[in-house]
T-cell receptor
């Protein structure tokens, strides 16, 4: 069963707009990560946020974590065509921090 | 390039044949992971190694699957008697030995079983 689920499953926005993706998970975690995957390629790590952190920034990316609601969001500001990809959240399990479990992803399309 | 590498990048095989994939992790990383990803889904955990020890295996890893990391460096994943349902992208990742560290992924091996 999935630990994390992304919402929406697909998102299409105009270049320059902001994109927000959400992730919900079921059990307690140590940390949550966001990855990007271009079509047919490997995953690129974007950002890791630990359970004691609430917000983290990296360039045009902003990630929030609400452990009380078991949810996270990824905001991409000023989107570009190159941001077109699938975005996955991945959570470890508090009881087994070695293994991470991925959601099914959000497919983001940026329209020129 | 000092990232995770995987070979081959693509493999087409006939049902019933055996296939073997190789993963070379980032050199200073002690942990190595294998995942499987089917179209439209996120990666699913298969197994992981701490150095040469295989510490956890998913129930997804049937008896036809075997993974090794004999010297604690590169790893191989073998699938025996392949089935069409084995068609997927097989991803390898590595991380430092500390718990909760970022996993860095290779480009994957795409397997097609005819």
């Amino acid at each position: 069963s999935q630990q994390g689920e992304e919402d929406p499953q697909a998102l299409s926005i105009q270049e320059g707009e902001n994109a927000t993706m959400n992730c919900s998970y079921k059990t307690s975690i140590n940390n949550l990560q966001w990855y990007r995957q271009n079509s047919g390629r490997g995953l690129v790590h974007l950002i890791l946020i630990r359970s004691n952190e609430r917000e983290k920034h990296s360039g045009r990316l902003r990630v929030t974590l609400d452990t009380s609601k078991k949810s996270s969001s990824l905001l991409i500001t000023a989107s570009r065509a190159a941001d077109t990809a699938s975005y996955f959240c991945a959570t470890d399990l508090y009881s087994s921090a070695s293994k991470i479990i991925f959601g099914s992803g959000t497919r983001l399309s940026i329209r020129p | 390039d000092t990232g995770v590498s995987q070979n081959p990048r693509h493999k087409i095989t006939k049902r019933g044949q055996n296939v073997t994939f190789r993963c070379d992790p980032i050199s200073e990383h002690n942990r190595l992971y294998w995942y499987r990803q089917t179209l439209g889904q996120g990666p699913e955990f298969l197994t992981y190694f701490q150095n040469e020890a295989q510490l956890e295996k998913s129930r997804l890893l049937s008896d036809r699957f075997s993974a090794e990391r004999p010297k604690g460096s590169f790893s191989t994943l073998e699938i025996q008697r392949t089935e069409q349902g084995d068609s997927a992208m097989y991803l390898c990742a590595s991380s430092p030995s500390a718990e909760g560290e970022t996993q860095y992924f290779g480009p994957g091996t795409r397997l097609l079983v005819l």
